[in-house]
């Protein structure tokens, strides 16, 4: 796991120190060690800051060449002994033993396919110095991130924000569409971000760029072709439940190929419990075990993962996260984005991968559990219709008037899409004329699947390609390299998604059941608590809230925002009653106090 820093001009020479400077802000993502390499008269040159955690040796340091071939690697590759093999069987030489390697020998033999060989979570950047050539790509689901600028004559590409802005003097202006789409999804959908000229590559794509006197010429590609079939074929559920044990206990075995000890985060919840009980079976010695929680919250789970821990005997840490430091975990979170971020669950999560990481510089986590195995609580909800509501005459009538419209076609109506933070209606009355956008819904409707597919796989589908990346996996990927900590998901190996995901809804989710296939096909191996305990989620305390949403100098920030045109007086009226949008609107205000956008000051 690493930080990356790649520049090209085709015609004004970079300042090494400068370059150096921003490499240095990606520190945090690679302690271990630093290394830069500059080509033509300084015109291109790869950064790479390394957390070493396969061959620990100077070996596996880079940049890292094969003749003409460098390359710069954020990330694992889980399979790569398997290709190793494959390749050393082609005649290739191999002088280290990282899976960075395996890149450069695999895109020589293979080129751009050299994608369809790798699973794991990945983004990375080949320099072809002899052609001129840059070649690049990113994992399928979008656990490690790569963004880039591009002019037409120079190209950036980093692992993070922070980077590119120090190359370039900080000087980019807000792109206006982020601020509706990041108050309806809760982030920017990939390709975007929140600033003019900074975009990200997109999960599952990769990119190749040609270096011509007269420009820089870019193209990404999509990849990962994978596609539901309608009409899965017939299994039985014991086949289906002998399948999915093998192929995630083989994915957990391959998630925990190391050369340091590797953990794993434990909560309540069924999906940290089975890699949990998986992975310490693999390991001689007692599997190091991390759960956090609020000393105020009913619905902790700390009880519940210490109870587990005792059941798999795992070596247990246990960390109660500080409810009064939200002020300094809003500066925080803007710094580890660089940009507006609304997860409020980062606070947790950030707290749990910095006590981990005192221990350990691996940790196995159980994201991706919920979209592959149907873990969210509305997906069942899109099967049928709701129970009609006779709460209040509006909620009769509506109750009324979808079942008009017919089953099918009130699945598909853009509300019923699953993951996001404010109704459309809403927001158009929160933001400024100016920031209204015609079609919020578009990345939805980008990534429903083209064919006809179950309403429950494609809920799953849709969150797999939207909600995961943007939110979750950049969560933890910002949390965990904040502190220096690689965190590993088993649930998202290709081939297991691809498996499970090709499965009839009647095995896996009957009826909608949560997670159903999973939880019978682990019952006899995990505490009774995880089995058939309710989905909690990681929350955040009503009591920390109350403090935040009741504090004058919040009010008074919110109103800024408000004077400076981005928001109405109706939005900051709903903040003084809404923790959630008072919290996202406190981000906005503290990028633009740190000065993030040229166009916005305070």
Known sequence: MCGILFSVSIKDSLNRNNFNRALDTLSHRGPDCTNVHFFDNDLCAL???RLTIQDLSSKGNQPMNSENLWV?????????????????????????????????????????????????????VIWDDQNKKIFGARDPFGQKPLYFKL???????????????????????????????????????????????????????????EIKPNGINFESTKYWSFELDPSPPPISSKNAITMLMETLSYSIKEHMLSDVEVGAFLSGGIDSNCIVYEANKLIDKPLKTFCSGYESVMRDEREIALNAAKFYRTDHFEKVVDENDIMLALKRSVFMFDQPFGDPSQIPTWSIANYASKYVKVSLSGDGGDEVMGGYWNYG?????????????????????????????????????????????????????????????????????????????RSQWVDLKTYLPGSILEKVDRCSMANSLETRSPFLSKFFVEKMLNLPVEITNP????????????????????????????????????????????WSSIDLLRQIGLITPMCVQHSRTSFKL????????????????ADYSL
């Not at 494959?86 to 290739?92: C, D, H, P, Q």
């Open 381 to 457: 909800d899109f099967s049928k219709f709701p129970d009609i509501d006779f709460s209040n005459l509006e909620s009769f009538f509506h109750s009324l008037k979808i079942r008009r419209i017919g089953l099918k076609k009130w699945q598909n109506l853009r509300e019923n899409f699953t993951h996001y933070l404010f109704p459309v209606n809403e927001i158009s009355n929160w933001v400024n004329e100016d920031f209204i956008i015609s079609n919020p819904y578009w990345y939805f409707e980008k990534n429903v699947p083209s064919k006809k597919i179950d309403i429950f796989r």
């Open 151 to 209: 002019s037409n004559n120079e190209l950036v590409i980093s692992s993070e924000i922070k980077s590119i802005k120090s190359l370039n003097g900080h000087k980019f202006l807000m792109r206006k569409n982020s601020l509706f789409e990041f108050l309806f999804y809760d982030y920017v959908p990939s390709p975007n971000t929140w600033y003019q000229g900074i975009n990200q590559l997109e999960p599952g794509h990769f990119f190749r760029a």
């Open 47 to 49: 950064g790479h800051k």
């Open 582 to 597: 008072t919290w996202r609107l406190c981000l906005i205000y503290e990028c633009i106090k740190a000065g993030y956008f």
């Open 72 to 124: 710069i690697f954020n990330g694992e590759i889980y399979n790569y002994p398997k290709i190793k093999n494959e390749l050393i069987k082609k005649g290739y030489m191999f002088r280290t033993e990282c899976d960075t390697e395996v890149l450069l020998h695999g895109y020589k033999e293979w080129g751009s396919k050299l994608c369809d060989y790798i699973d794991g979570m990945f983004s990375f």
């Open 511 to 554: 009826s909608g059941k949560y997670k159903y296939l999973f939880r019978k096909a682990y019952r006899k191996n995990l505490p009774d608590s995880v089995i058939n305990g309710s989905k909690k989620g990681f929350s955040n305390p009503e009591t920390m809230w109350g403090k935040f949403i009741n504090s004058k100098q919040i």
